[in-house]
């Protein structure tokens, strides 16, 4: 059984303008919600404010407060002094004419709202993540992207003219949803409809607009010091995806695994007809798809007599899928890890501009100006070095140049923003690397649940990132550099239990990753060689997998 005639069909197709559409249209698709990740650093800011307090009250003792204060003290009728909470605030607008924080008053004790505010977006996704998923593999790339965008541009071009606190919270919630399918749904659509061959590369572009959204969104802040208009234009290059979804194919390999074959094909031969090439005969391509790609096992639902309680417990078992075999078990829980430590410090990073003595608009433009670099370069690395060792490496050196922050003296901002921006460029090329290595690693069978599990864990990370930076970084500001860098060298220690996924075509099926050892399978062969050496080692043994897997799946 080869489970990867698609890539083989695809090579044949030269790279054209069908490539150019499915890449250029997901690119910008995950770029787009750059703006509302990170709207936190412009939207809710740590602003200086002063209680204001009652001109009319004659009992203030002291109506100059502080900066931060909030309360100020009144003399009562038996001449003692008293603490009154304070109810309205005067903020500094030198750096923002109008944000959230200071038209809600989210100071004092309404203060954690700035970072519910950051990490709801983060939530959203981590909630919808594993749904979104199931629906992909389920009823398809394209349909769940095309949805997801559909949203995503109503609800941004709304959020900035909600009218209170709660309104806002509850749209960044659903935004936060809307960015699985628009990021990580057009991220698979767009690899599986790359050939082989230049799938580490696109891999990487496909991230690499993101990287420019992040330099024009600060732009976008700098120019517009009203959170409200920002938002709004932020989001209004959202539109530009409309034209592209009409164009857009479902990726062939999703029809390949649902047994969809007639459809697969109308896909190839698109893709050969703009990319001006040629395939073999419809009967043929047809058969090739048939003969060597297994399609997904399909459970059959409610069996005649079944009772609720079996259906439960397939259901049940079909959420723990990903820890069902052991290869497959071990991708999940490092992925985990990985995806969790990566953006918890990619976001992090992001967040402590404030706890830094520099300008939040030109600290955001150099991240932005640091990624790229970092997505320039790493396609030469992995090209030569693979995927495994370049990701502990970068895990390995972000903890190394992080823990350096600690020992900077507090006088020295700017070799601490050194070191932090340093730190974002590598744990940027590990970001990189992690997400084009989770979606070769994942079979085509449970890819996108695969891949939205581990994006999952990522959510948990950066949802967490906020109030590291916002609480513990205000109080010690060594402690974020301490647990982002040690986070990430733990976790590129637990990479070494993965194996490089270099020159290898993509597995369709768990039965597949499973009858072959992936750390010596077909190693630097062409897919022609790969396609032959599995379709003569490994049915028996595939299939006899597959009938064990289908066998635990029933109740």
Not at 15 to 30: E, P, R
Not at 232 to 238: I, Q
Not at 406 to 418: E, G, H, I, Y
């Amino acid at each position: 059984m080869d489970a990867n005639q698609v890539d083989v069909l695809l090579s044949k197709i030269r790279i054209g303008k069908w490539n150019l559409l499915q890449t250029l249209t997901t690119s910008v698709a995950s770029s787009l919600p750059a703006a509302h990740a990170l709207a936190g650093v412009f939207v809710v800011p740590r602003q200086s404010y002063v209680c204001r307090s009652s001109q009319e009250d004659l009992r203030v003792v002291n109506s100059n407060s502080s900066d931060g204060t909030c309360n100020y003290i009144i003399k009562t009728e038996d001449d003692s002094y008293q603490e009154v909470p304070c109810t309205e605030w005067d903020f500094d607008n030198s750096t923002f004419t109008r944000t959230l924080t200071s038209e809600q008053l989210l100071v004092c004790d309404r203060e954690h709202y700035r970072a519910l505010y950051m990490s709801l977006y983060m939530i959203g996704v981590l909630v919808a993540s594993p749904v979104i998923g199931y629906l992909a593999d389920r009823f398809g790339r394209k349909r769940i992207f095309v949805w997801g965008v559909a949203c995503f541009i109503v609800l941004g071009l709304i959020s900035g003219w909600l009218p209170n606190i709660p309104a806002v919270l509850i749209c960044r919630f659903l935004i936060g949803i809307m960015h699985v399918p628009v990021v990580k749904i057009s991220y698979i659509l767009g690899m599986e409809s790359c050939p082989p061959e230049v799938r580490p590369i696109a891999g990487i572009l496909l991230y690499f607009p993101w990287t420019i959204y992040v330099c024009i969104f600060s732009g976008f802040g700098y120019l517009i010091r009203d959170w409200r208009w920002l938002m709004t234009v932020a989001s209004l290059p959202s539109l530009l995806l409309i034209p592209g979804l009409w164009l857009l194919d479902e990726s062939p390999h999703w029809l390949v695994v649902r047994g969809r074959y007639r459809e697969a094909l109308q896909v190839l031969k698109k893709a050969s007809r703009w990319n001006n090439s040629s395939l073999p005969s419809d009967e043929e391509v047809i058969l090739i798809l048939k003969s060597t790609a297994v399609p997904a096992p399909k459970i059959k639902h409610e069996e005649e007599g079944e009772k609720w309680l079996s259906i439960l417990k397939r259901k049940a078992s079909d959420l723990f899928i990903l820890f069902r075999t052991p290869r497959l078990r071990t991708i999940s829980l490092v992925l985990h890890l990985n995806f969790f430590v990566i953006d918890m410090t990619y976001y992090g990073v992001t967040y402590s501009g404030g706890n830094f003595d520099i300008d939040i608009y030109s600290y955001i433009a150099l991240l932005g100006l640091t990624e790229v670099p970092s997505r320039l370069l790493i396609h030469p690395i992995l090209s030569r070095f693979g995927r495994k060792i370049p990701l502990i490496a970068s895990l390995m050196t972000t903890g190394a140049v992080l823990l350096c922050v600690t020992a900077v003296p507090k006088d020295m901002q700017w070799l601490m923003v050194t070191f932090a921006l340093l730190g974002r460029m590598c744990i940027s090329i590990s970001s990189s690397i992690i997400y084009l290595f989770g979606s070769e690693l994942f079979p085509t069978e449970v890819r996108t649940r695969g891949v939205s599990c581990s994006f999952m864990m990522s959510r948990v990370g950066s949802s967490l990132a906020p109030f590291i930076t916002e609480y513990l970084g205000y109080n010690y500001q060594w402690a974020p550099s301490v647990v982002f860098g040690g986070g990430v060298i733990i976790a590129g220690l637990a990479s070494m239990a993965l194996w490089d996924t270099s020159n290898m075509a993509l597995p369709d099926t768990i039965a597949f990753l499973e009858s072959t050892d992936p750390r010596t399978r077909l190693r630097g062969k062409s897919n022609k060689e790969e396609s032959e050496t599995t379709s003569l080692k490994s049915p028996a043994k595939a299939t006899k997998l597959e009938e064990e897997i289908q066998l635990k799946e029933k109740p």
